[in-house]
């Protein structure tokens, strides 16, 4: 099956720094890579979509300039939390879109911002 | 709008028993709908998805569900659940172009020895 992967797993940074977050399809080309954020005990909330070669598209009431990502080729996708704080603490999660309509999860990042 | 709902926040049974965790979805155009699993700290597993043909769909261990466009309904089944089974369980549809996911919020099934 399509394998997506997460790259690091769980991040703890000062508040101010920023992070950087990689999301890879290991076995296919992702033409679209979607973003979400859980928060504990919550379901996963869209932060936006992006496809390859263009500028992603941001959910409704997420800050484009804190929640940088950046999908360069049709195997990676970043997520760069920008000046981080801790309310950003939180559960993410990259999915990617190949050739059908599934999506294909990654593990997740862990972020805790001190 | 279009929206999933899942009614149960939290679904005990005991191991071995039935379980049936309920999605509802409100959209009028043609959607896809998809059952994920989450175990702790861990992304999401595809458990089945009904796209269109059958409306009783099979998935992964031992989990079926039944797409009833009437009742707008896509609930979640196993005959007989194990310990393994307990995590979260999450509804999702996908009913457009652009393929995006709208979740529900989950149910939390437990199973006890």
């Known amino acids: 099956g399509a394998v997506v992967s997460q790259h690091p797993s769980r991040v703890i940074c000062k508040s101010g720094t920023s992070v950087k977050i990689e999301c890879r399809s290991l076995?296919?080309?992702?033409?679209?890579m979607f973003w979400y954020r859980q928060f504990p005990k919550q379901s996963l909330m869209l932060m936006a979509t992006s496809n390859e070669g263009s500028k992603a598209t941001y959910e409704q009431g997420v800050e484009k300039d804190k929640f940088l990502i950046n999908h360069a080729s049709l195997t990676l996708s970043t997520l760069t939390v920008t000046s981080a704080h801790p309310e950003d603490s939180s559960f993410y999660i990259c999915?990617?879109?190949?050739?059908?309509?599934?999506?294909?999860f990654g593990p997740g990042t862990r972020l805790t911002v001190l | 709008a279009q929206s999933v709902t899942q009614l149960d926040s939290q679904v005990p049974v005991f191991e071995e028993a039935p379980v049936e965790l309920r999605c509802n979805y409100s959209s009028s155009v043609s959607v896809y709908l998809f059952w994920y699993v989450q175990y702790p700290n861990q992304g999401l597993q595809l458990l089945l998805k009904y796209l269109s043909g059958s409306t009783l769909v099979k998935g992964i261990n031992g989990f079926e569900a039944e797409f009833n466009k009437s009742q707008t309904s896509f609930h979640l089944r196993k005959p007989s659940v194990h310990i393994s089974d307990t995590a979260e369980y999450f509804c999702?549809?996908?009913?457009?172009?652009?393929?995006?996911?709208?979740f529900g919020k989950g149910t939390l099934l437990t199973v006890n020895p």
């Open positions: 076995d296919f080309q992702a033409t679209t």
């Open positions: 999915s990617a879109r190949g050739q059908t309509n599934e999506q294909f």
């Open positions: 999702a549809y996908s009913g457009g172009s652009n393929y995006k996911l709208t």
